[in-house]
């Protein structure tokens, strides 16, 4: 035998040894990481939604300031291709996700300079 053979033999040798006690291990021992109490009391999937996932319909008003904001003249560097191309997009959508329509409060806070108010939305 070489000892190339030899030290093969000698490795499948411990580990046959050594695999048995290790399938006595539980998770639990092998990684202490806690647990906390809420991820056992919810179910997956079942906890508050974040805001900005939820759908939204969009106001009368908020569409209007997506209008104004692609209409401005001149066109201002504040408001890119990219940025416009994403408001065009909003228009065609009966529907918003919640980060969406804090973008189009933001754009218009940018671009206006005055905060934005809503009385149609609560």
Do not use: C
């Not at 991820?39 to 999937?45: F, H, I, R, T």
């Not at 906890?47 to 106001?59: C, F, H, N, R």
């Not at 692609?70 to 529907?95: E, F, M, S, V």
């Amino acid at each position: 035998m070489t000892g190339l053979n030899a030290l093969i033999v000698l490795l499948l040798a411990i580990t046959m040894n050594i695999a048995p006690g290790m399938s006595m291990l539980r998770a639990e021992d092998a990684l202490p990481v806690p647990i906390q109490l809420t991820q056992l009391s919810q179910p997956p999937g079942k906890g508050p939604i974040p805001e900005d996932s939820q759908m939204v319909k969009p106001t009368q008003k908020e569409r209007e300031a997506i209008h104004q904001l692609l209409a401005t003249k001149p066109r201002q560097k504040a408001l890119p291709n990219a940025d416009r191309k994403y408001l065009k997009g909003l228009l065609d959508k009966a529907t918003w996700l919640g980060f969406e329509r804090r973008m189009v409060h933001e754009m218009w806070t940018e671009m206006s300079g005055r905060e934005w108010r809503d009385a149609e939305r609560p």
